[in-house]
């Protein structure tokens, strides 16, 4: 059975950074990330990275989001900076494993203007 634990959300004023944590178990992933929902809006991909290191990135989040995965922990990481009142939103931990896919409980993150 596959878990996935969330940490790191919280409010933090624009310009500032915080960073995402998610740790996976019960399978092997091929692909992890980050999803992102905020009121009024579909859920969308944020950041996603493969098994082998290989990363994408929403247009609206590149160069200020940095996603990294430890593979022997099964974690994976959103380091965000200069955050932006736009970023306001629940941010869902993502796996894929077998062609399956997974999401987290969700943690939410608030930018202040």
């Known amino acids: 059975q596959v878990q996935l634990v969330e940490s790191g959300g919280g409010l933090v004023q624009a310009g500032g950074s915080l960073r995402l944590s998610c740790a996976a178990s019960?399978?092997?992933?091929?692909?992890m990330g980050w999803y992102r929902q905020a009121i009024g809006k579909q859920r969308e991909l944020v950041a996603g990275?493969?098994?082998?290191?290989?990363?994408n990135y929403a247009d609206s989040v590149k160069a200020r989001f940095t996603i990294s995965r430890d593979n022997a922990k099964n974690s994976v990481y959103l380091q965000m900076n200069s955050l932006k009142p736009e970023d306001t939103a629940v941010y869902y931990c993502?796996?894929?494993?077998?062609?399956?896919?997974?999401w987290g409980q969700g943690t939410q993150v608030t930018v202040s203007s």
């Open positions: 993502w796996v894929v494993s077998w062609a399956m896919n997974y």
């Open positions: 990275i493969t098994s082998s290191g290989t990363t």
């Open positions: 019960g399978s092997i992933f091929s692909f």
